[in-house]
């Protein structure tokens, strides 16, 4: 059985090894060609997987893509095909949520405030969305959801958007893109809907570029410094628009759910499946998979402040380093920007690929000491003992 896979997916040859034969590929640029002999398919959210691609192959007998999204996929061509489909529903929820989370924080120290004391909107309740919402009640902030998809068949209670913009002081993104129908999302957050946000709104997108149109954006942007803006996800991507990342507070690519629990969870959910379909046992553990993490167990004396809280944080995961990273990679050398269907790995997608360091909270184990006013750690994600 010849698998081929998108090289950024990690753990595959662990996982997928025994089933067959791997052969793993730049997945921006695959190509009718290079998977006509293929058995199984395993992609990221930069593959196409429709009838063009799958032209010259007569034996696939499944697709697996390591995403939540599914907008990338022709789930009709492949159902006609008789061609079994996985995607990864929730694999990297937790590094979504936990992204924005740290995100906020850092806003909140950068401007002097206090997280606690903002309301957060978010728009989209599916895994993602749901992810942040926990991390923030956790820490005791005020969550308003907008989600008019799911909000008829869910116990919880919903805003309509335009009362989540006149309520929150932070608006966090998580919806898939559609670019047609009731709920479009396609410029969701064009010029008009930017002009409308409240003095001093922070604005984060962690789910895809198009729901805000950049170049409104930075129109908006040269006229209301209040407006606080992170982007993970950009217009265009791999090639975002340079002129608009000065006016952006973090920026990074694409990267939100790339922590390494992330990543194997989306290979091992495919591995499932594949195993599934082929009739046969799992023989593997996802958790044998991850590295053990650089210390052991973190002792806790009192219950922490934000500032404290946010070096806890750091602890696992410095945003700022990728924020960094991105402005030295994208500002100082443009050159190194990748062209669309570029195999050669520059710039943003060599970011991507080269993120291999970012774990979630769970890998830190916090000693408590039975202080019963820390247990909102554990709840945000913490690991624990001494309870």
Same mark, same amino acid.
């Given at each position: 059985m010849k698998i081929i896979a998108d090289e950024n997916m990690p753990y595959v040859q662990e996982l997928f090894g025994d089933l067959g034969t791997i052969e793993t590929v730049n997945g921006r640029s695959l190509t009718a060609e290079m998977v006509k002999d293929a058995d199984v398919l395993l992609v990221r959210s930069v593959t196409q997987v429709d009838a063009s691609l799958l032209s010259k192959n007569s034996q696939l007998?499944?697709?697996?893509?390591?995403?939540?999204?599914? !907008?990338?996929?022709? #789930?009709?061509?492949?159902?006609?095909?008789?061609?079994?489909?996985?995607?990864?529903? =929730?694999?990297?929820? %937790?590094?979504?949520g936990e992204f924005a989370f740290i995100a906020m924080l850092e806003l909140a120290n950068r401007f002097g405030t206090s997280l606690k004391d903002k309301v957060v909107g978010i728009v989209g309740a599916g895994n993602t969305g749901s992810a942040?919402?926990?991390?923030?009640?956790?820490?005791?902030?005020?969550?308003?959801?907008?989600?008019?998809?799911?909000?008829?068949?869910?116990?919880?209670?919903?805003?309509?958007? !335009?009362?989540?913009? #006149?309520?929150?002081?932070?608006?966090?993104?998580?919806?898939?893109?559609?670019?047609? =129908?009731?709920?479009? %999302?396609?410029?969701?957050?064009?010029?008009?809907?930017?002009?409308?946000?409240?003095?001093?709104?922070?604005?984060?997108?962690?789910c895809r570029g198009e729901v805000i149109d950049n170049r409104a954006l930075?129109?908006?942007?040269?006229?209301?410094?209040?407006?606080?803006?992170?982007?993970d996800v950009w217009e265009g991507e791999p090639n975002p628009m340079c002129e608009l990342i000065p006016y952006v507070e973090f920026a990074t690519p694409h990267i939100a759910g790339y922590s390494l629990e992330g990543k194997a969870r989306g290979t091992y959910m495919l591995y499932q499946k594949l195993v599934q379909v082929l009739g046969k046992l799992e023989e593997k553990e996802m958790m044998?998979?991850?590295?053990?993490?650089?210390?052991?167990?973190?002792?806790?004396?009192?219950?922490?402040?934000?500032k404290a809280l946010l070096q806890l944080c750091r602890f696992v995961y410095d945003l700022r380093d990728d924020d960094a990273l991105f402005r030295a990679t994208l500002l100082e050398d443009p050159s190194k920007k990748a062209p669309v269907n570029s195999s050669n790995n520059n710039g943003f997608d060599l970011m991507r690929k080269n993120h291999k360091h970012r774990r979630e909270f769970s890998a830190l184990t916090l000693a408590t000491a039975g202080q019963s006013e820390?247990?909102?750690?554990?709840?945000?994600?913490?690991?624990?003992?001494?309870?």
């Open positions: 007998t499944f697709v697996g893509s390591a995403t939540i999204g599914t !907008d990338h996929i022709d #789930t009709e061509y492949l159902a006609q095909r008789q061609i079994s489909f996985s995607n990864a529903p =929730g694999c990297n929820a %937790t590094a979504v942040v919402a926990r991390c923030l009640q956790a820490y005791g902030v005020e969550v308003l959801l907008h989600d008019p998809l799911i909000e008829k068949s869910d116990p919880r209670d919903f805003v309509s958007l !335009d009362e989540l913009i #006149t309520r929150a002081n932070i608006i966090s993104l998580h919806v898939p893109i559609t670019k047609s =129908g009731e709920y479009k %999302t396609w410029y969701l957050f064009d010029e008009s809907r930017l002009n409308s946000l409240n003095a001093d709104t922070w604005l984060l997108n962690c930075i129109s908006v942007k040269q006229q209301r410094a209040d407006i606080k803006v992170v982007l044998t998979l991850l590295p053990t993490f650089w210390t052991e167990l973190l002792t806790l004396t009192k219950e922490p402040s934000e820390v247990d909102w750690l554990l709840n945000l994600g913490y690991s624990g003992v001494g309870r």
